[in-house]
Structures are given as C-alpha cells and as structure tokens.
C-alpha cells in the first residue's frame, strides 16, 4: 500500500503532539511491514507528515476569508462603482417596479424586500446603504427619498418606518437593460434566488459618486466627479484610447464635490496632485471650505466633503475657549434648509480676516481636511487593483461593449425565434382548410402535433405554436401582415449580426449612448454645475499668522504670542526672555538664535509648538512661576537657566507626583502677588515668600488644600487683589486657605 501523505498543523509540537506523530509512525511502519514491505524514505511516516506552523495555517485561512470579504462584501466593483448591498438594493427597487414615475413606497418595504431575497444581512446595514444613496449630497442621486434623508450640517436621517424611497432617474437608467438580458445572472448568497453580476450602468458611477470602504487589510477612498465632465472624458477616450493626463484633466479638471469647498491641487514641491492620482490612482489632496467676508468676519458658505458644521462649531468654540486663537470673538450657526451651509465667525476688531481663516484652517477644526485617495477597487476580473482613472474609464468602455453585445445577441435570439414560429405559420396559412380538417379529426393533441409536422414540413416547436393559436388567427386575412413581420423580423436579425460583427458600428452606438447620457446630465441644473473649486495653491505646513496679530502692525521686532508663534506682534522678546511651557511642564528659554533681525512670516517658537499651553516674555529682573493642581510652585530665575536655539525641544520644568499635573505659568517680579483659586477656596501669597529653585523640580506648596478642595484650578500674579470687591492681604505660604470660591475677583 503506497502511503498517502497527510499534514499536521501545529504550532510547536509538545510531548504530547510528538507521542502522538509517533503513535501514527508506528501505525504506519507495522501496515506497510504486514504487507511485506521496508520502510524507507518515501512511504516512512516521517517523511510522510509535513509540519505546518499554526501561524502559517491562519494565515492561509486569513487570506481567504479576507478575499472573499474583499470581494463580495467591502470593495466596489470598477464596472457599476456599487458594493453588493448597494447593487441588491438597486435590483430590487428593479424587481418592485419602484420607477421614478411610481410611487413611493416606505423604505422598511424595500429594505425588508432586499434582505428577505437578496441580502442576508442586517436591515440598519442595507437601510443606511439606500440612505447614502438618497442623500442631497450624492454627486447623482440613485435613489430618491420622501421625507428625512439627514442633512449636510448634521441631522441624521429618520428611521425607516418614516421615510420613503425608489429609483431616481439615474438609478433606473442603471437597472433597465436588465430586462433584455444585459448582464450576466449569479445565484445570491443563499442560493435561492439570480442577481446580476453588476448593473449595466450608462454613466461610470464609480468615478461620478466616488465611495469609500475598509476591509481586512484593504481600503479604497474615491472623490466625487462632476457628471458632465465624467461623460464628456469617457466620449473622448472611446474615439481616442491614447489621450494623455493633461488631456484628461483638461476636460476633467479634478474633484467635484456637491457640497462644494476648494481643492489644494498641489503638494509643498509643487507637483500636480490630481495628475498624480490620475496616473497612480493614490494622492492626499487636501480639501478646504469655502468662506466669504462681510464686515469684517468670515461666512463659511461650503464645507469640506463629509464635514458636518455643527462639529466644526463646537471645535471653534472650544479653540477660543482654549485660548489657540485670539483674534475670534465667536462663531454662529445660520445653516438652513433654504440657506444651506452658513456659520459666522467673529473677528476681533484690529486683526485681519483673512490671516483668521488661514488660522483656522491649521487648527483642526475641520475647516481643511485631507483626502487620502485610493483607487483600490474590483476590476472587471473582480480581482482587487489600485487603478489609475484611465484603467478606471477603460474597464467602464469595456462594460458598455459588453452589455451592448449581451442586449444584441439577446435581440437576435428574440427574433430569431419569433421569426421561426411566424415561418411555420406562414407555411400553415397555405392551406387553412386541411390544418383545420387535421386538428378537428386528431385524437388529441399530440397526434395533431405529429400530422402538423408531416403535411406541413414544421417542427415540433411551431406545431405547438399553432395549435395554442384560436381560429380567429387562422385567416387569410393574416397572410399579408405575416409576410411583412418576417421580413421586418429579418432585417432587424441582419442588422443585429452586423453590429455584433463589426467593432466599428459597436463604437458608434456607444459614442450616440454616451452622448445622450451628457445631454441628460446637462439638461440637470444639480448635475451640470461644477460645485468645486480647484486651486492651483500648494500644500503648504501651517503658519500661524492672525491669532495674535492685528491687521496692522509696526515692522522692525520680534514678539511672541500665547500660542507660541514668534512674529512682529506680542511681547517684545528684547525686553527680556522668551519663554514657552510645554503641556507636560517642560519648559523652553528663548536666547533669540537664529532670527533675522527683522520679523517676517510668522515662526513657531518650537518643532512640537502645538503642545505649547502658554508662552510670553519674563521682564529682566522678573521671575517665571509654574503651578500644579495640588497647590506647588516652581519659582525659576530665567537668568540662572540657559536658553535655547529655534529648533530647541525644550528642557525638564516642573515635575508632578502622582495625580498632580501642570496647570499654568505667569512672570511675576518679587514685587508681586500670587492669587490662587480652587474649586472652594483661595489664597493670595507675596512673590518674594517663594523660595527660587532649580529647574526640574516639584516645586514648594503655596495653597495647602484643606478638606473640601480638590484642586487649583487658577490663578494671577499682580500687585495686590480685590476678592469679593475687598483688598485681599497677603498671608505666609503654610497658612490655611479662605473658605469658599470667590464670586468675583480682579487686579488692582
């Protein structure tokens, strides 16, 4: 008996695994000594089993089941741009009738519809995949709604009991042909019911839509297109297979986003982001909201794609809290149906609007966001590619030869056999009165079928035809009409073959399709209109410019603002030391290295300037105090502590024990007080009680927290105070705090 090799996955083989392989060695070597062979290299157990490592086996298993997830549930296919769910989708709104001159029906109808024959998966899945294709922010609609479908600054969509749907004109126009058999049929994921392959879309919805998704190990992430111009590219590239990226993006400038906004077309070295894309298929362009000025503040007028504005609000709001933008008194929501997209920002008088929102746009609020795009989809092999948008528009050409060689060759077969069935019953109609006499004195129908077929020279196939017909149909008065749709039948099947023989008059139809698909799109004031602006402007790094700076400022200094930005406004650097204290209490000196001896565009103080919590100028003579929540102050001398160059990270400040952690900083002289607040108490201690110390110290308690008090939570440093409208008078460091959080406090 020849051995049949087996394999074994393990992952390393424990003493009970390797008694194991034994058991089976043995097993194997006493068979093949029974049957009187030797067991040598070959048919010897140990030769026989393969070691497969378990990291090995999963990631085999891995592999698979992340290309069947790849390719039949998370990635889109390049021929109709529609994952599965969308497409099912689709196809049932096809199979309902749900056509655009019909009615409505609730969206829990379709999406119950869609699960029950075509997609086993959850209902909230499928009903929010015909949410996004219902949306007024869709570049082309595929499905239209009736009711809440959520709104670009932040309503979500109604549930679906309360809403509803069917196909919009370009939704249906991607599912028509299916009825003359256009696409290719599969069984579904149960097995029970057909679905088409992909729908045989007449506009390439891939790059029209765009769309994104993640899978195991994958994604893809793809810009909206304006329609028109998609169409008139694919137009070109039909007559014209060797059009260049310049040519392209001549007809195709870049993105068009119906929510609007304005593309960053080029990188910091100048490169053409789009044509990159174009070509690759990969590009991070960066995409930025459109913004007016009108007295002196910013509209915001376009968001970037998928930004809502009540996010960009609440992070607005939260930077002026914060203190990262001075120049901005306030933001306003005046979003509406009617409007659209509109939020006001404050800005402060003296300070320029336009520096404003190029702050704005480097702070993260969501004013500017990057758009990494991947064109790394299912190509018409559904093999998973990064393709560049010519291979893209390609596969969407071959798609359309495609179907219109499966509608024709469909036709001809159509014709073909209705040709046949009128041929038998021309040869019928030659003698009405003995295919009477037949039918009338047969038995049954099969030996009136069978006498059919010997007296009139016809097949099985138009015997039964004839005799299914009523008499009525059985004139003469037939023979004339018959004789015109046999020939009408013949021509049509003559013109058929043709198209389907010559690649020639292929092209033509497709050219006369597409362009009836541009005269469609431009006829649709949402459709035709370019909502996106593309600039030329390069990607550049962030420079702070208006946050702390007046529209009109003298020349000739440097100055730093409390966000750590080095320009010709703040506090005058050369009247002492520049300081900036980091969010986890280190600390950075500023010796001035490194500056010319005129300000410019604005420099940050540090590389890691966005974790700067506060930064100014220490006057000679004065001192730097950092405080924790526990109540401790660090005292430093800047003049004791040497400074850095412009591209110093920064040294050790203030050290923290336990939950104790770094609130703030101030210069304040000897001369000076301290006013501390907690959360139920306060205290004011001079300056000069402060003992200096070191740097990268925990520094000395200030404000012992009696119980009650939880943490520090301000403070200020001036001459004297009034607390609760009363001269507070300085008491010693150990001393006790007041009881109760003053209602009102200021400076003297």
């Not at 089976?24 to 089993?49: C, M, P, W, Y």
């Not at 595929?142 to 309360?162: C, W």
């Not at 119906?258 to 080029?266: F, P, R, Y």
């Amino acid at each position: 008996m020849e051995f049949q090799r087996r394999t074994t996955m393990t992952n390393n083989l424990t003493e009970w695994n390797q008694q194991s392989v034994d058991l089976v060695s043995n097993l194997v070597k006493s068979r093949i000594s029974a049957q009187g062979k030797k067991a040598t290299k070959g048919n010897f157990i140990d030769e026989a089993v393969k070691v497969i490592s378990a990291k090995d086996q999963m990631m085999q298993n891995f592999l698979e089941y992340s290309g069947e997830v790849v390719s039949n549930r998370s990635f889109a296919s390049c021929l109709d741009g529609l994952l599965p769910v969308q497409r099912r989708l689709l196809y049932q709104g096809f199979l309902d009738n749900l056509r655009p001159d019909r009615s409505f029906v609730k969206s829990s109808k379709l999406t119950a519809d869609t699960m029950a024959e075509l997609h086993p998966h959850g209902d909230a899945a499928i009903y929010q995949a015909s949410v996004n294709m219902a949306r007024l922010w869709s570049r082309v609609r595929l499905i239209e709604g009736s009711g809440n479908f959520g709104l670009t600054y932040g309503d979500d969509a109604a549930a679906m009991r309360y809403t509803y749907e069917r196909l919009s004109v370009y939704g249906w126009s991607m599912v028509e042909d299916l009825v003359h058999g256009a696409v290719p049929m599969i069984t579904s994921e149960d097995h029970d019911t057909v679905e088409p392959k992909f729908l045989p879309t007449r506009f390439p919805n891939l790059i029209v839509n765009g769309g994104d998704g993640i899978s195991v190990g994958y994604t893809y992430k793809i810009p909206q297109h304006n329609p028109v111009e998609v169409m008139q590219l694919v137009e070109a590239m039909i007559k014209d297979p060797s059009l260049s990226t310049e040519e392209m993006m001549e007809i195709m400038p870049g993105p068009d986003w119906k929510t609007g906004g304005i593309v960053l077309s080029k990188d910091s070295h100048g490169n053409d982001l789009i044509k990159k894309y174009y070509e690759t298929g990969e590009a991070n362009i960066k995409l930025r909201a459109k913004a007016e000025f009108e007295n002196g503040d910013i509209i915001i007028t376009e968001m970037p794609y998928g930004v809502s504005a009540t996010s960009v609000i609440d992070k607005i709001h939260k930077s002026i809290t914060d203190g990262k933008i001075s120049s901005c008194k306030g933001v306003k929501e005046l979003s509406s149906k009617k409007l659209g997209t509109k939020i006001e920002i404050g800005v402060k008088r003296g300070f320029s609007p336009q520096d404003t929102l190029e702050d704005l746009y480097g702070l993260g609020v969501g004013l500017e966001i990057s758009f990494p795009i991947k064109m790394n989809v299912l190509n018409h092999d559904k093999v998973l590619s990064m393709m560049s948008m010519k291979d893209v528009i390609n596969d969407f050409i071959y798609s359309r030869y495609e179907v219109l060689k499966n509608i024709t060759a469909q036709a001809i077969d159509k014709d073909e056999k209705s040709k046949h069935l009128l041929e038998g019953m021309s040869k019928i109609l030659l003698d009405i009165d003995k295919a009477v006499s037949i039918i009338r004195n047969s038995d049954n129908s099969a030996k009136a079928k069978k006498s059919l077929m010997d007296n009139f020279d016809i097949d099985e196939v138009q015997a039964d035809y004839v005799l299914s017909l009523t008499l009525r149909r059985l004139t003469k008065q037939d023979e004339v009409e018959l004789e015109k749709k046999i020939k009408k039948l013949a021509k049509t099947i003559k013109e058929n073959k043709a198209i389907l023989g010559s690649k020639v008059k292929q092209k033509n139809i497709i050219i006369k399709q597409t362009q009836d698909m541009i005269d469609i799109f431009s006829k649709d004031e949402w459709t035709s209109t370019r909502f996106t602006t593309i600039s030329g402007k390069k990607i550049e790094k962030k420079k702070r410019t208006s946050s702390s700076s007046a529209a009109s400022l003298p020349d000739g200094h440097w100055g730093i603002d409390s966000s750590g930005f080095l320009s010709n406004t703040g506090a005058d650097i050369s009247q002492g030391t520049a300081f900036a204290v980091f969010k986890d209490g280190s600390l950075k000196l500023f010796n001035g290295k490194g500056l010319p001896k005129k300000s410019s565009d604005p420099v940050p103080f540090a590389p890691n300037v966005d974790e700067i919590t506060y930064a100014g100028v220490v006057g000679k003579g004065s001192y730097l105090l950092m405080l924790s929540s526990s109540g401790k102050v660090l005292k430093l001398d800047p003049s004791k502590i040497n400074g850095q160059g412009i591209a110093g990270q920064g040294v050790a400040g203030m050290k923290f024990k336990d939950d104790d952690f770094f609130i703030g900083a101030t210069p304040a002289s000897d001369e000076d007080s301290l006013l501390t607040i907690s959360d139920d108490g306060w205290k004011v201690v001079e300056v000069s009680d402060i003992p200096v110390k070191g740097k990268g110290g925990f520094g000395v308690m200030v404000h012992p927290l009696r119980k009650g008090e939880k943490q520090v939570v301000e403070f200020s440093a001036g001459k004297s105070f009034l607390v609760d409208s009363k001269k507070a008078q300085p008491t010693p460091r150990p001393k006790v705090t007041h009881k109760g959080k003053p209602s009102s406090w200021k400076s003297e």
